[in-house]
């Protein structure tokens, strides 16, 4: 449904100028993909070669688990290891891809608020573009209105769960006794503030994006137009008064300084649980 009204007018790009802003979009999502697929690789691979080195020798699984059958032949221990670090790998490529979907369409919101700023920029040269604009603007709220709706709660348990997972293993990490263990905190924490990044710094571009149209539209040469075009445009500007606001669960906005929060919870939490050991 989202990528059927981006492909449809008045969001599809149709001209030009527009495909190379699209492409400049769909560039930066391929890029900051790959990247978070190396990084969540690299990480994966670390635990993998670490388990294999310390805890298969010493017939160790990588993570403890009660399972309702004893373990301790060769074949089922086999299975039980195999299990654990295929479900690693299959976990971790799964947040990967639900979080740049999610990003990915933060970003084409924001690459069609681009679009509308050329076409308001062109408003002068182009007798029907007005219409169209006051339109898309409508479906950019929608967009970001159905992303929010939809996604809400697989965003709020990522952030909580995220969140958690950096508090404790800030506090394993104080604790790693070989330099492999560290370097496998390190990468999984990585891994895990990187996923956090990603919501907060797409949702403040596009909070940001969202508000500066007001500016971009008294750029524009508004004083040559007629009466009928100055009110559409003040359409636009009453809807961009209030900026898009990507949230966790409607309660938490997704932006730089939510991101700045959840570092501070998580350093505050691994203080607690330092002083609770000592």
Known sequence: MLIGILMKEPCRPSRLTELEILYKFD??????????????TVTCLC???????????????????????????????YLMYAHQLICLIAGGFLNIGCDTLICGL??????????????LKNIVSYSNVLRDCVHQHYHIFRLAFIVNAKFRLTIAIQFITSTLVVCF???QLSTATTKAKYIEMILYISC???????????????KIKSHQMIDNIFEIEWLALDENRKKSLMI????????IQITCAYIVPM???SFMSILKTSYSTYNLLEKIRV
Not at 236 to 243: F, K, Y
């Open 27 to 40: 560039k930066s999502i391929q890029i900051n993909t790959r990247r978070f697929i190396c990084l969540g």
């Open 47 to 77: 635990v993998v070669l670490t388990s294999l080195s310390v805890n298969f020798r010493i017939k160790k699984l990588t993570y403890r688990a009660w399972l309702p059958f004893d373990y301790s032949s060769t074949l089922l221990f």
């Open 106 to 119: 933060l970003v084409h919101i924001c690459c069609q608020i681009e679009i509308l700023i050329y076409r």
């Open 169 to 171: 293993s800030l506090y």
């Open 192 to 206: 895990m503030l990187t996923e956090i990044f990603f919501y907060c710094w797409y949702g403040n571009e596009l």
């Open 236 to 243: 636009i500007m009453s809807r961009a008064i209030v900026p």
């Open 255 to 257: 932006d730089l300084n």
